[in-house]
């Protein structure tokens, strides 16, 4: 008799994050030089004109406090630069720089076959309600304590 499936979702999530975050970063960092979170930070950057730093730490669902290093890493690494706001003296606007540009590129193979294991293991269906549940509870907002 096969086990009984385990419905330990939060359990699950936290399972299946860490191993594919792994796997995730271990491909970027070897094509591209760069993490998952480095990786959706430049996404971010090369997507959205104009980004501020506040505005990417809203962006990826993080405390300014996260981005702060984060942004710096990139801004050593020669991935994003800084820039003055055109209107806020206080805030600064985030660029891709052309080795920004090149590690979105050579990433790019790396996330498309990480995809398509993922479609080969979960089937287009599974994989697209999978990627729709993510969604869901990416954004769903819990109801407040009582």
Known sequence: MPPEPDHRLFFLL???AHTLRLTADRRCLAAAGVTTAQLGALFAVRDQRGLTQQEL????????SAVTPLVARLTAAGLVARRAHPHDHRAVVLELTDAGAAAVRAAAPEIDRFNAEMRSLLGDDGFAGTAAALHKLAHWRPLPDR
């Not at 730490?57 to 300014?64: D, K, P, S, V």
């Open 14 to 16: 936290q399972r299946a």
């Open 57 to 64: 730490a809203r962006t990826l669902g993080l405390r300014q």
